[in-house]
């Protein structure tokens, strides 16, 4: 079984949660461009990086990134914005290895209730969407 996500949904569920206006771009099916509009002295800047999904283990989600220089100096801040938006699952996203993540998707609590009833099996991309394959159990 699949269900996919537009970019366009994703973006606009990630706007209304966090206030923060970033962009989603297909580039092959394990990767998506993920980018962001800053201001710098005046100018807008965006800064991405190309995330791919390496691998799905249970239900960790095993991720690594690649970008321009110094993107290393953004994805820790990130990440730290990221857990203060759950507070109570500090844990759920950790730096794996250089230029890699694992996300615990079963440490969210709205995703528990959903791993007791299907298995996860990948997650890729297409050029309109994110399509997440499961199975129920």
């Known amino acids: 079984m699949q269900i996919s996500i537009t970019y366009q949904e994703t973006q606009e569920f990630i706007a209304k949660r966090t206030g923060k206006q970033i962009s989603l771009a297909y580039v092959d099916p394990s990767t998506v461009k993920v980018s962001y509009a800053v ?36 994805v820790g801040p990130f990440l730290a914005f990221v857990k203060r938006l759950m507070p109570e699952k500090t844990g759920f996203v950790k730096e794996d290895k250089p230029h890699a993540v694992k996300v615990c998707l079963g440490d969210l609590e709205p995703l528990e209730k959903v791993f007791e009833k299907v298995t996860l099996h990948t997650i890729d991309f297409d050029p309109q969407a994110i399509v997440v394959h499961f199975a129920l159990k």
């Open 39 to 74: 201001n710098v002295f005046g100018l807008s800047k965006s800064i991405g990086l190309d995330l791919k999904v390496t691998g799905v283990k249970g239900t960790d989600l095993f991720l690594s990134y690649s970008g321009s220089l110094g993107i290393d100096l953004l």
